[in-house]
């Protein structure tokens, strides 16, 4: 390989490395009158005792990630985890790069799901919606 085309791939690099961190800041913000529009377009896609997920057709060029995790849940550390891991899972798996919008709605019970079961039950759903 010569300098020019290494300087090229560098550059590429850096362009996707920079895109994506924009992409991981922005993967999870909503203003108030999206979460509204967001819920009204959305569909159930999976139901049980730890979790509900909803989908609905993205606005972006991206993908987003609504987590509601109300108090009951856990405490705020535990609420917290919670949050990290799903948000990991999506950026991780580029869930983003999916035609749609996610909602999961969580409950008690997602606190007994290791991340391997959280990724797992991700992976699966995404699927179907292929």
């Known amino acids: 390989m010569d300098v020019k085309s290494l300087n090229v791939e560098e550059q590429v690099e850096e362009n996707v490395s920079q895109f994506m961190h924009k992409i991981a800041s922005k993967i999870s913000k909503f203003q108030l009158k999206e979460i509204k529009e967001l819920f009204k377009k959305s569909h159930t896609i999976y139901k049980a005792s730890e979790c509900e997920v909803r989908v609905a057709p993205r606005?972006?060029?991206?993908?987003?990630?609504?987590?509601?995790?109300?108090?009951?849940v856990g405490s705020a550390?535990?609420?917290?985890?919670?949050?990290?891991?799903?948000?990991?899972?999506?950026?991780q798996e580029k869930l983003y790069l999916l035609?749609?919008?996610?909602?999961?709605?969580?409950?008690k019970d997602i606190l007994k799901l290791s991340f391997d079961e959280l990724k797992n039950l991700l992976n699966n759903l995404t699927k179907k919606l292929n």
């Open 59 to 72: 606005k972006n060029s991206f993908g987003k990630i609504l987590l509601v995790i109300p108090k009951k």
């Open 77 to 91: 550390p535990k609420r917290n985890l919670i949050r990290r891991r799903i948000k990991s899972i999506f950026y």
């Open 99 to 107: 035609q749609y919008d996610f909602i999961i709605l969580c409950r």
